[in-house]
């Protein structure tokens, strides 16, 4: 097959424009930089042979559905295969890591470390390997931890972070100052949509520098509203964890008249661990994402619902995510923000466990009712990864490790159809991955749980 550059990242093959994201190499920006033979030739357990390495012609397709009728559409993105290249841009000798983990907690932190370690040490030699601590800031306000397998060999069987994590402190001179300083040339950032635009400012600052520095990326968030990428790694885990705690609040409403289970899931400004697990586990009745708005008062209303439901079932069980129905609580007017100048959300779960009572002590006086508000919101992210969440972990980290070797920068690794992949960080740091309503995994949530479709009559305020 014909297959050439048009000059600005496209190529055409058989005279069809093809849509390719690359990610930048350092030797895009130095020109005359070495490049050596990858050190898994002399690894007596890799023996590479032909196909072995991952080479700069293949990529993977973004939408793996076609269109016979339309096999190129123009917004059908390909991006770069990842694994071991042929040549690396760094002696083993001269590769000073670091590894920081920023934001919140997600299941397999912890194993991403522990593989990066493993990676670095075993496939490539490398034995300068430095944890910063505590999150950005730990690059300029406090010492690193030495890193050799050893040191990380249980890690994976524990949630968390061992390195630490926080909000906050992305003081970008001093950070890039302390990589100059502390003489970094291969960075590993693990964290979530702030940190990557984070890193997306390291890298840019770092090219305007001049430093010959690696910015590798994996996108951590156990929300799971990643662009691009499959998903976000400890999302399974925790769909898995969020399932017990819907058990749970099945199990108590079922054990009293009109009961109702309230959970209140992870999902900032996506549902897509309460869509799972209401998916998983069929014992909801309604969930609550921040994609669809919802009322509560009126016909069609999630009151309405909950009397329907109890006056047919005897009990409702009921899935919120915590970015649903901000909207609808009172303001607190402060508008406090965290550390990392995301804005504090009012919980959804104790203001609809509060107005559920309400209305029934009004609208249902002298009748039995109970609501069991469980909110497992730290227990879903702080246990560790799962055998699937571990393995895929694994492969992140390696690909991570693979592609800052060969000296790409700038990027993210993750799984596109099943393949792993370099995106351009800031496809991922400035995009967001939401719950797709118009999707047949929503339609299906509401055939399971019949809820309403929340449009507001005209007449209703
Ligand atoms: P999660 O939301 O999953 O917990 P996160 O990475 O989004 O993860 P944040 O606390 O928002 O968590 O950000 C982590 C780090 O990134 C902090 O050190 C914060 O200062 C920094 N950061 C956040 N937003 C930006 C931004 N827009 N530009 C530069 N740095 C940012
Ligand atoms: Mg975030």
Known sequence: ??????????????????NLQRVP????????????PNPLNENKYFHPSKGFFATETQFVAKSVTIDVSN?????????????????????????????VTCGGLCPGLNTVIRELVNGLWHQYGVRQI?????????????????????????WHKVGGTMLDTSRGGMDLKKIVN???????????????????????????????RGLKVSVACIPKTVDNDVAV??????????VEAAQAAINAAHVEAESTPNGVGLVKLMGRSAGHIALHATLSSRD????????????????????????????????????????????????????AKDDSGNLLFQD??????????????????????????????????????????????TLLAHSACHGAMAGYTGFVAGPVNGTYCYVPLEQVAYNQHLVNVNHQKWAWVKSLTNQPEFVKPDSLP
Request: with cysteine; net charge negative.
């Open 71 to 99: 096999p190129n559409p123009p917004n059908q993105k390909y991006f770069m295969l990842a694994g071991p290249r042929e040549k690396v841009v760094f002696k083993s000798e001269d590769v000073k890591a670091a590894i």
């Open 348 to 393: 959804i779960g104790y203001w609809l466990s509060g107005q559920l009572k309400k209305h029934r002590n009004e609208n249902h006086p002298g009748k039995v009712f109970a609501v069991k508000y469980i909110d497992p919101t730290y227990m879903v992210r702080a246990v560790p990864s799962n055998a699937t969440d571990t393995l895929y972990c």
């Open 229 to 238: 990428i499959d998903r976000s790694f400890g999302f399974q885990t925790a």
């Open 284 to 335: 909801v009745d309604c969930v609550l994402i921040p994609e669809v708005p919802f009322f509560l008062k009126g016909p069609g209303g999630l009151l309405e619902f909950l009397d329907q439901r109890l006056a047919e079932n005897g009990h409702c069980v009921i899935v919120v995510a915590e970015g649903a129905g901000q909207d609808l609580m009172p303001k607190s007017g402060d508008g």
């Open 178 to 208: 302390s990589i100059e300083d502390r003489g970094y040339n291969v960075l590993f950032i693990i964290g979530g949509d702030g940190t990557l635009r984070g890193a997306h400012g390291i890298f840019e600052e770092i090219k305007r």
């Open 1 to 18: 097959m014909a297959v050439y550059e048009n000059g600005n990242g496209s190529v055409f093959a058989n005279d069809a424009k093809i």
């Open 130 to 154: 430095s944890g910063v601590l505590a999150g950005y800031r730990g690059f300029y306000s406090s010492d690193t931890v030495y890193l050799d397998p050893k040191v990380v060999d249980s």
């Open 25 to 36: 190499n350092l030797s895009d920006f130095f020109p005359d930089l070495p490049k050596y």
